[in-house]
């Protein structure tokens, strides 16, 4: 009985480490499942995370590049109202000469009549006016020529018409038509007028 008690003794540590040792390796057994199951919730979910940090990133890309752009208009503000200023100036020049007539008609023909009235004793052949239009300005050019022998009326013609502030000289071409004869000329002459519409 004592060497029965004594061998149990002996024996009952290596029994509890044997238990132990079962028990670490049903845990063992047991731990790689959930393990792998986090292991593919976390693989599973890595993409569409990066996916998303990815669109993230392009949208703060273009939000930065539209950000520049704007900040370029808004720089560029100051010189483009300069050059609007400049424009005005030189569009309120350049319409100075013009007519204010609701329709083109009515300036082409007031156009006309005011030349032809200047040159009806004199010798010319007027064209009628030809008209370009650019927005609610038209432009008006008018060809003239023939033979004159008194070039001062000619040529007082030509000073009424800049005058009238409606009128602009073009081009003017002056040459004797017979060498042996100096007293005639033939003129080549192109006037130019516009007409700024308003409003009814």
Do not use: W
Request: glycine share 4%; hydrophobic share 35%; proline share 5%.
């Amino acid at each position: 009985q004592k060497t029965e008690r004594a061998y149990k003794r002996r024996m009952k540590p290596i029994g509890e480490n044997l238990r132990r040792l079962a028990k670490y390796r049903r845990q063992a057994l047991i731990l790689p499942g959930p393990l792998i199951i986090i292991f593919l919730i976390i693989a599973l979910g890595y993409r569409p995370y990066m996916e998303h940090i990815n669109k993230l990133k392009e949208e703060h890309k273009e939000k930065k590049e539209l950000l520049r752009r704007y900040r370029e208009r808004v720089e560029e503000i100051p010189r483009l109202k300069e050059e609007l200023k400049a424009l005005r100036e030189r569009t309120e020049e350049a319409t100075r000469i013009c007519f204010r007539e609701k329709n083109s008609e009515e300036a082409k023909s007031k156009f006309f009549q005011m030349v032809s009235s200047e040159t009806q004793n004199m010798n010319l052949n007027l064209q009628e006016p030809a008209t370009e239009t650019y927005g609610d300005v038209d432009i008006f050019t008018m060809n003239i020529s023939g033979r004159i022998v008194d070039i001062k009326p000619f040529l007082l013609f030509l000073e009424k018409m800049e005058k009238s502030g409606n009128v602009l000289v073009e081009s003017l071409e002056i040459k004797v038509e017979d060498p042996n004869n100096p007293v005639t000329l033939l003129v080549n002459l192109k006037l130019v007028s516009c007409n700024l519409r308003v409003s009814p």
